[in-house]
């Protein structure tokens, strides 16, 4: 019968499944977590193109690294958790050495993730997310939160609203709301601004807004009753667009909104229309535009057909965001090459590569990258290497920069960092590594 | 004819009573115990294709098994019983937050009364059983409804439950120890002095954890008990007239299936994710859970874990397929693909057989029983 014939094929298949392919010897494998489908998905999908799209590069225009050549497969998450874990499961092995490391892109996964990772012995990168406390390499030993936390983004955040009202003593007695996402990405900054707030005397309500976060009315309602000085915006996906559009429904004025950058790209603006005139948001280092990178990735890959994006999005924030995730991770496998030599390395050597990380001015140009990012150091000590942020402004029609490099206080951060990390390395029994001994 | 019971004589009551009074029955049972118990951990000690990796493991049979306890639980309740459940979820959740105070050490300031109470941290296993036990008194308490309410209108009852709990662990800081967060870490998993770490002793008590409780739950709907669910599920005016009471009855379905519930809710923080938040156990995962009885079959053990595997596994594998085929198929077009093939399969399957996988199982056995001469 046809079904039992399907149902035969259907074994077959699955059993197939399981089979790792033949793998080449000279590859470096690189698993690429993603979120092209569910609610997040219209910031997901830019992300994940410039991802791809890098590692692409990587392999047209240098045949690898040290010709190395660059293995990847994307695995689909839809933002949640446990498919997360299940995608990690899943590509950890593969490759002729394993994983190099792995970006979940979602907070939620990056916590499932911290202590598995730590096992397995393979870097978990979380460019601008993931938690606060792992900038503290000596206990988090596998945690990479380069460019910067979530503390750092709310020390900016503050360090421009006080330049705004024209000094930090003017914040004493000012009204500063956090409207949030309410899950681990969205509560990671309160303990920073309430110390912010204790330090500075502003007035600091955290407004919760449950997941996807299309629902907002009360919580607006609770804003315009309020009247606060200043709303900080920690949303993703659909929440940005709907903040905004809210606001504007409320006439809270928009330039008083400072999203964070996982807050500030094209797709959170652009629903709102003529609405979001005026939104002000975060920057993690770069912002939309293009720059010498961009045009090899148009000469050798979308000259070739093998990009994944629309050409005309290729420079827009999240695609500039996700192809620098890819870069810091290349350049680490770079690194760990000149100790390891050069063939596939595993996730512990790579650590290696990525906790020695100097991309210099000098450096940065040779990449292309001249212009978008500032330099970056990491170390044993401090993972996170660089926290540096500029605010930018949607106009309408584009996002403008309109400050000054901000670097966070880490007089701020430093005694969080260490409380929390302390406590974690307490209740997981971990002991600190003593970074002044690591070569 | 594979399945002949002819011979098979029943000279006393506890022969006739047993749970498998089939030898056929009892012989695949052995050899499924057998592989799972002994095959499976020998396979991976020798590494041997597909057992050499973790992620068979560990992204499959260890949420497959926790799920598949989960779903009895819920059969419990929804098919043994007839009350319609949305808040599974919760009761998972309560699981899973109750087992981790326990576990991490439990202390109630109480200013207005100038003391304070302090249980310090209890052993792992005391605390999932008691994070079970947690759910259990919960579950009664969402039970309560249920004597007044039937059918939809309780679903929407148990629904308040999912939603209440989903606020409570995201609002109530003291039920996260305060994590800046919300998400939490499993405490070390120490049993008796053995730390179970490796992804083949997380399976290995999983899977000790689900073949005791659906021994139990099995025993329990053959007995007195399961018959008064059943009872009150097919008809709870005749069950009352013939003495059974609805109170008693409804509440100890409530009771056992959120116990059983709760407890597969600590497995799966505790075990499978290993730091969680809230969302993890949200109205999807209810869903979820009522998707797995109803595919695997009302009223029935078994088919809990039929339901578990197909809700579970199936959508991994239609997501696994193409790449292994290497069709290039980009990642949105494999999930949106996923997503048609389960729901046409779904559809597909409650119209050819609403009565789930159990009774596609059962039909089969019929059907050996007089091969090769069917009629």
Redesign the interface.
């Known amino acids: 019968m046809v079904r039992n014939k399907l149902m035969l094929a259907a074994a077959i ?2 059993g ?6 033949a793998a080449a010897q000279n590859e470096q494998f690189i698993p690429i977590l ?1 979120y ?2 569910g609610a997040y ?1 219209v910031n997901g ?1 830019p992300y994940a193109n410039g991802v791809a799209d890098y590692y692409n590069l990587v392999n047209e225009r240098d045949g690898g690294i040290n010709g190395v050549k660059l293995l990847v ?4 998450t ?1 933002y949640a ?2 498919k997360g ?2 995608c990690y ?2 590509l ?2 593969k490759g002729p050495t394993g994983a190099a490391f792995i970006n979940p892109l979602s ?2 996964i990056t ?2 993730l ?3 990772t730590a ?1 397995d012995k393979i870097p978990i990168i979380t460019m601008g997310y993931g ?1 606060a406390d792992s900038k503290n390499g000596a206990v988090f030993s596998y945690n990479f939160p380069l460019l910067g936390t979530y503390w750092s983004a709310a020390d900016i955040a503050i360090q421009h609203i006080a330049k705004e009202v024209g000094g930090f003593d003017k914040l004493k007695g000012k009204k500063i709301s956090l409207l949030y996402h ?4 969205g ?2 900054p ?2 920073m601004l309430q110390v912010l707030a204790k330090k500075h005397g502003f007035e600091f309500a955290p407004i ?1 807004v449950t ?1 996807p976060g299309v629902e907002q009315k009360s919580q607006w309602l609770a804003i315009r009753q309020n009247r606060p000085d200043y709303v900080l915006l920690w949303g993703w996906g659909v929440m940005n667009g709907t903040a905004v559009k809210e606001a504007a429904a409320v006439a809270y004025p928009r330039d008083r909104m400072i999203g964070v950058w996982w807050s500030g790209a094209e797709p959170d603006v652009t629903p709102a229309g003529d609405q979001a005139a005026g939104y002000k948001a975060l920057m993690l280092q770069h912002g939309a535009g293009k720059f010498s990178v961009h045009a090899d990735i148009e000469k050798h890959v979308y000259a070739k057909g093998k990009g ?1 994006s629309e050409p005309g999005k290729v420079g827009e924030v999240l695609y500039n965001r996700g192809m620098t995730n890819a870069m810091l991770g290349v350049e680490a496998i770079r690194k760990a090459q000149e100790k390891f030599g050069k063939k596939p390395l595993t996730g512990e050597q790579v650590r290696w590569g990525l906790e020695n990380l100097n991309l210099t001015e000098a450096r940065l140009k040779e990449l292309g990258f001249e212009g978008m990012l500032k330099p970056i150091k990491i170390s044993c000590s401090d993972h996170e290497g660089a926290r540096e942020g500029r605010v930018q402004q949607w106009d309408g029609k584009g996002w403008k920069v309109i400050s000054d490099w901000y670097t966070a206080n880490q007089s701020n951060t430093e005694p969080l960092v260490d409380e ?1 990390s302390a406590k ?1 390395a307490a ?3 971990v002991q600190p590594r003593d970074c002044s001994k690591e070569s | 004819m594979l399945y002949r019971e002819a011979g098979q004589f029943k000279t006393t009551y506890a022969e006739d009573m047993a749970i498998f009074p089939i030898r056929q029955d009892r012989m695949a049972l052995a050899i499924l115990l057998g592989i799972a118990f002994i095959g499976v951990p020998l396979l991976a000690d020798f590494d041997i294709w597909p057992f050499g990796s973790d992620y068979l493991l560990r992204a499959i049979l260890l949420p497959f098994l926790i799920l598949a306890l989960a779903a009895i639980g819920v059969n419990i309740l929804v098919g043994y019983c007839g009350q319609i459940s949305l808040g599974s979820g919760a009761f998972m959740a309560i699981g899973a937050y109750s087992a981790y105070k326990l576990g991490t050490g439990v202390h109630i300031p109480l200013a207005w009364l100038g003391f304070a109470i302090s249980i310090p941290p209890l052993p792992v296993l005391l605390s999932i059983l008691l994070g079970g036990l947690a759910a259990a008194v919960v579950g009664i308490l969402f039970g309560i409804p249920s004597l007044r309410i039937k059918g939809l209108y309780l679903a929407v009852a148990t629904l308040a439950a999912q939603f209440f709990f989903d606020w409570v662990f995201l609002r109530v800081s003291w039920f996260t120890n305060y994590a800046p967060s919300g998400s939490v870490n499993a405490p070390t998993l120490d049993f008796f002095g053995l730390n179970v770490g490796t992804p083949i002793e997380r399976y290995m008590l999983c899977l000790i954890f689900v073949t005791v409780f659906a021994v139990l739950a099995k025993n329990l709907v053959r007995g007195n008990l399961g018959r008064q669910w059943m009872a009150i599920r097919d008809m709870d005016i005749a069950a009352e007239l013939i003495g059974i009471r609805p109170l008693y009855a409804k509440l100890t379905a409530f009771a056992v299936s959120s116990f059983i519930i709760g407890v597969a809710g600590a497995l799966w923080a505790f075990v499978y994710l290993g730091s969680w938040e809230p969302l993890a156990f949200s109205i999807d995962r209810s869903l979820q859970l009522l998707f797995m009885v109803i595919i695997g079959g009302l009223g029935s053990i078994m088919g809990s874990f039929v339901g578990a595997a197909f809700i579970l596994i199936l959508p991994i594998m239609l997501n696994l397929i193409p790449t292994q085929l290497g069709v290039p198929l980009s990642t949105e077009t494999i999930t949106h693909l996923e997503f048609i093939i389960f729901g046409s399969l779904i559809c597909y399957l409650l119209i050819k057989e609403p009565h789930g996988f159990a009774r596609l199982i059962s039909i089969g056995k019929e059907k050996l029983r007089l091969w090769p001469f069917p009629y």
């Open positions: 298949l699955s197939g499944a399981f089979a790792s392919p993603s092209r489908t998905a999908v497969e994307e695995c689909e839809g958790t446990d874990v299940e499961e899943r950890k092995g907070t939620g916590f499932a911290t202590e598995k096992t938690r309410d899950s681990p990405y509560k990671e309160i303990p919760p997941h994944l929390i974690y209740e997981k029994n």
